[in-house]
């Protein structure tokens, strides 16, 4: 028996070989996209997403943690306080430690392999939509939206998906 990562959600059997070619491949084409740090902060892309996505992120109240040092740690505490109170959460961080997976949590609990990519798949062809019009507009300086923006609707949508009482959500 293949022994589970600790990545890997709780409680679920371990991800088979197929979905961890497929969460590969997915986080192959993510890290093909512009790192947010090479490019001017901008709304303009990713609120075009969300908006051919009908705005997940509204579906949910949202708990911003924002600062200098400690933010992961502080999203999993006010996630496992929420969790304490029976109230459903998803929590959205960065950097990831052992898996992109990680950055995409549903109840304490990183979303399997299988959900990432079908995330990903499912959003692919607005993020598809949002390049082509970012490229083909002047005020989008023909860039693509960078991982981290599709990362953030892969997370916003997740949690409309499932649904969640409240989203608990690492920025800066």
Same mark, same amino acid.
């Given at each position: 028996?293949?022994?589970?990562?600790?990545?890997?959600?709780?409680?679920?059997?371990?991800?088979?070989?197929? +979905?961890?070619? #497929?969460?590969?491949?997915?986080e192959h084409l993510l890290d093909q996209r512009w790192p947010?740090?090479? *490019? +001017?902060?901008?709304?303009?892309?990713?609120?075009? /997403?969300?908006? /051919?996505?009908?705005?997940?992120?509204?579906?949910?109240?949202? *708990?911003?943690?924002?600062?200098?040092?400690?933010?992961?740690?502080?999203?999993?505490?006010?996630?496992?306080?929420?969790?304490?109170?029976?109230?459903?959460?998803?929590?959205?961080?960065?950097?990831? /430690?052992?898996?992109?997976?990680?950055? *995409?949590?549903?109840?304490?609990?990183?979303?399997?392999?299988?959900?990432?990519?079908?995330?990903?798949?499912?959003?692919?062809?607005? @993020?598809?939509?949002?390049?082509?019009?970012?490229?083909?507009?002047?005020?989008?300086?023909?860039?693509?939206? #960078?991982? $981290? +923006? @599709?990362?953030?609707?892969?997370? $916003?949508?997740? $949690?409309?998906?499932?649904?969640?009482?409240?989203?608990? *959500?690492?920025?800066?």
């Open positions: 028996m293949t022994e589970q990562p600790e990545w890997a959600p709780a409680g679920d059997a371990a991800p088979t070989p197929d +979905e961890i070619a #497929s969460l590969w491949q997915v947010e740090t090479k *490019i +001017e902060p901008s709304l303009t892309r990713i609120s075009a /997403l969300l908006d /051919l996505l009908g705005s997940p992120q509204k579906s949910y109240p949202s *708990i911003h943690i924002a600062g200098t040092n400690g933010k992961t740690s502080v999203a999993r505490m006010v996630d496992a306080l929420l969790t304490a109170l029976h109230q459903r959460t998803g929590r959205t961080t960065s950097p990831h /430690l052992q898996s992109a997976v990680e950055r *995409i949590a549903i109840d304490g609990k990183p979303i399997s392999p299988a959900q990432y990519v079908a995330t990903y798949r499912e959003l692919e062809p607005y @993020v598809q939509m949002v390049d082509a019009q970012s490229q083909a507009s002047p005020s989008g300086a023909g860039l693509r939206l #960078s991982k $981290f +923006e @599709v990362l953030t609707a892969m997370a $916003f949508a997740a $949690f409309a998906d499932a649904p969640v009482d409240v989203a608990v *959500i690492e920025v800066g």
